[in-house]
């Protein structure tokens, strides 16, 4: 199977293709630039050094949340114009799950996704590993640090954190010994959303039905809501 798969639920960008299993390419930047302005060129330009159009794909996929609500929408509105003209399969996979995957093989008894949700809050799921596939222990969540600390305490050096929010928390988690990933290996990739996406079990969509995950409510939204349940007005 050959799979097309892009990350922008974050700071860096990236673009991933991979077919029956074996990474064929993978572009990734970090830069100031905003996705919209990053992500399709580089989807353009890795296919362009693959020889690969888009209709030679037989999955599109996109980390399609939780994470930065501008990301996510620019990534799974990117996914979609590129799925629509030959009304391709698409895979939303979770952008905690992605961050999870880079720590299969690391020993852990528990890798720990971690993204900093902002108010006080992460983004969150655990995951343990089996056979060399990742195997959920929580659903996506959002939570305070102190939740998830007394959640995972326990687990003591056999956790591993993982995600933008993972510093975050070893500061907090790190006196009972909870592991930090190295920089390599902690942050989400093109390439694990791919990998994730070409299993078969991996449940797909038509274009027009994808959409992002985004846990809870943009920040403006919120206080909209809040506003008017306290009998405010528009």
Known sequence: MLVLAIDSSAGPASAAVVEDGVLLGESYVNTRQTHSQTLLPMVEQLLAALGKQVRDFQRLAVSA??????????????LKGLAFPENLPCCGVSTLEAIAYGGLGSGASVLCAVMDARCGQVYNALFREERGELVRLTEDRALSIRELEQECEGFGSGLLLLGDGAALCHKTFSPWGARLAPPATRFQRASSVAFLASREDCPTVAPQELVPAYLRLPQAERELKQRLSQGGSL
């Open 65 to 78: 949340g939780p994470g930065s609500f501008t990301g996510v929408r620019i990534g799974v509105a990117c």
